[in-house]
């Protein structure tokens, strides 16, 4: 199955699949993540790696966006797209969206509490 013919199948849309997927929410920026858990691209991917030869998120090709997209998808990461996918399918807002997103991932956050216990 080509890449396209995946991003049809998976998205259901691929027109919008090479754009940004960021959704507000970077941990790459504000907790120095190595992988950003709200869009699922790592720091290589959205800054680029001079000394890797790895192109910044700007200067990636289509192909290139939507294949990180793809990926980022399969392991369990909400970017933009499967957010738009969600909502649309569910009948709700974006926001919406955005709101069970976060209290699924903060479900699997043990406090410390909890660990003693």
């Known amino acids: ?3 396209k013919d995946k ?3 998976v998205f259901n849309e691929s027109s919008s699949l090479h754009q940004n997927p960021c959704i507000g929410v970077c941990s790459l920026t ?3 993540d190595k992988v950003c858990q709200g869009c ?3 720091a290589e991917d ?3 790696n001079e000394e890797k030869n790895v192109k910044p998120w700007m ?3 289509e ?3 939507k294949l990180i997209i793809i990926d980022a998808w399969e392991n369990g990461y909400y970017p933009r ?3 738009e996918h969600l909502a649309e399918k569910s009948n709700i807002s974006l926001n919406q969206a955005r709101k069970i997103i976060e209290r699924e991932q903060l479900s699997h956050v043990k406090k410390p509490f909890q660990e003693r216990a």
């Open 1 to 3: 199955m080509s890449i």
């Open 7 to 9: 991003a049809l199948v």
């Open 81 to 83: 797209q499967r957010l």
């Open 59 to 61: 200067q990636k090709s």
């Open 40 to 42: 699922g691209r790592s």
């Open 63 to 65: 192909v290139e966006k």
């Open 46 to 48: 959205v800054y680029g």
């Open 30 to 32: 504000y907790f120095s």
